[in-house]
């Protein structure tokens, strides 16, 4: 079946820093990919959609300038969290929806982001 | 504008039982409704999933009931165990490459 493979599982960074998180569909090819956040004991919150060779679409209160997609092949998006604060510290999950049998979806393994 | 509600929003239930959990929505565009498990620190697992032109699907010990003019479906879990122990997420989408819209979870415990 249809995978995205989701990297790092988990990170641990200082306060300022940046971190990039990939998502590769391994074996389709994701024309779009959506990205969620999800906080402890919470559900999963759509955060934005990036659109290969375009720009990503964000929901509203999203920072773009904080929370950059970039989405330049059919199988390779990321999202770089860019000076990163404590308050960022989340679960970040990508999905990507799949054609054929059922047109469901896949979802990364999720990345675990700490910033202290 | 939460368009998935989803209940309750936790449920422990004795091992057998007959756990059910409910969502409601409120677009009639949405044509895809999928039930997700999710364990802590994983991403989330499909578990089943139901289009509106069907009343009923059954996959193994789990089962969607979907009833369209109230805009309502929900998940059963037949001979709960302790190992399905889990947030449950309903979810919803629109034809076309759009993403889901989830419903706030529900936290069942499987007691022995």
């Known amino acids: 079946g249809a995978v995205v493979s989701q990297h790092p599982s988990w990170v641990i960074c200082k306060s300022g820093t940046s971190v990039k998180i990939e998502c590769r569909s391994l074996?389709?090819?994701?024309?779009?990919m959506f990205w969620y956040r999800q906080f402890p004991k919470q559900s999963l919150m759509l955060m934005a959609t990036s659109n290969e060779g375009s720009k990503a679409t964000y929901e509203q209160g999203v920072e773009k300038d904080k929370f950059l997609i970039n989405h330049a092949s059919l199988t390779l998006s990321t999202l770089t969290v860019t000076s990163a604060h404590p308050e960022d510290s989340s679960f970040y999950i990508c999905?990507?929806?799949?054609?054929?049998?059922?047109?469901?979806?896949?979802f990364g393994s999720g990345t675990r982001l700490t910033v202290v | 504008q939460q368009q998935v509600k989803q209940s309750p929003q936790s449920l422990i239930v004795q091992k057998g039982g007959i756990p059910i959990i409910n969502c409601a929505y409120e677009n009639t565009a949405f044509d895809y409704f999928p039930w997700y498990q999710q364990f802590p620190g994983k991403g989330p697992a499909l578990l089943i999933a139901i289009r509106p032109d069907v009343s009923e699907k059954k996959e193994g010990r789990f089962t969607i009931s979907f009833n369209k003019s109230a805009k309502q479906f929900s998940l059963h879990i037949m001979d709960s165990q302790p190992g399905d122990s889990a947030t449950y997420f309903c979810a919803a989408s629109i034809e076309g490459n759009t993403p889901l819209v989830f419903g706030k979870g529900t936290r069942l415990s499987v007691i022995a």
């Open positions: 999905s990507a929806r799949t054609t054929g049998t059922g047109n469901g979806y896949t």
């Open positions: 074996d389709f090819q994701a024309t779009t």
